[in-house]
Nanobody, 119 residues
Framework: QVELVESGGGLVQAGGSLRLSCAAS????????MGWYRHAPGMQRELVAR???????DYAGSVKGRFTISRDSTKNTVNLQLNSLKPEDTAVYYC?????????????WGQGTQVTVSS
C-alpha cells in the first residue's frame, strides 16, 4: 500500500510562488509516473504536471514555463514549484502516483492541499 502526504499549499498573492511537496511511503513497484493534478470549484480535475520514472516531464499548457516538477527517487518524493501564480491557479492540488505491477494499473492519491491565489 502506498500513502501520499502533501504539504506546502497556502495563500499567496498573484505573482507569488509556492512549493508543493509529496512524500510517498511504502514500496512503489512498476512506477510509471508521479504527478500533480488540481481541482478547482466547478471544474474537472486536470493534470498539472507529471514526471515519468525516466525523468521525462509533461505540463499542462496553462502552467508551462511557470511550474516545475521534480522528483527525488531516493526519497520517493515529488515536488512542484509554482511561480508567477495567477488567481486561476486557485485549486486543491493532489499528488498522484501511477504504477503498473503484475499487469495491474494502480493510481494512488494524496489528500490534497489547497492553493489560493489572490488578485
Amino acid at each position: 500500500q502506498v500513502e501520499l502526504v502533501e504539504s506546502g499549499g497556502g495563500l499567496v498573492q498573484a505573482g507569488g510562488s509556492l512549493r508543493l511537496s509529496c512524500a510517498a511511503s511504502g514500496i512503489i513497484f512498476g512506477l510509471n509516473f508521479m504527478g500533480w493534478y488540481r481541482h478547482a470549484p466547478g471544474m474537472q480535475r486536470e493534470l498539472v504536471a507529471r514526471i515519468t520514472s525516466g525523468g521525462t516531464t509533461d505540463y499542462a499548457g496553462s502552467v508551462k514555463g511557470r511550474f516545475t516538477i521534480s522528483r527525488d527517487s531516493t526519497k520517493n518524493t515529488v515536488n512542484l514549484q509554482l511561480n508567477s501564480l495567477k488567481p486561476e491557479d486557485t485549486a486543491v492540488y493532489y499528488c498522484n502516483v501511477n504504477c503498473n505491477h503484475l499487469g495491474f494499473l494502480y493510481n494512488y492519491w494524496g489528500q490534497g492541499t489547497q492553493v489560493t491565489v489572490s488578485s
